[in-house]
């Protein structure tokens, strides 16, 4: 159900698609995850892309808390 809603939802605001992160502490660094995405993605590419680009999305997600702190 999540993964078409959220897709719906994108398509209404104008995006190509959307994601729900998670920045998860509890590894010896930080780490970004997202079980919930729309359902124009595939799951393991989108694992790959967070393993493969964790460092950037730290400090994107790090960027948008301090931009809508």
């Known amino acids: 159900m999540w993964p078409n809603l ?3 939802l994108a398509h ?10 998670e920045l998860r502490l509890d590894e010896k660094r930080p780490q970004i ?8 993605y595939l799951h393991d590419i989108v694992r790959d892309y967070l393993i493969r ?4 999305e730290i400090r994107d ?7 809508s702190h």
Not at 33 to 40: D, E, L, P, V, W
Not at 53 to 56: Q, R
Not at 61 to 67: H, I, K, S, T, V
């Open 53 to 56: 680009f964790n460092d950037e």
């Open 33 to 40: 995850a997202s079980r919930i995405f729309s359902s124009n």
């Open 12 to 21: 209404k605001l104008g995006a190509r698609g959307s994601f729900i992160f």
């Open 61 to 67: 997600q790090g960027r948008f808390a301090e931009l």
């Open 6 to 8: 959220m897709l719906r």
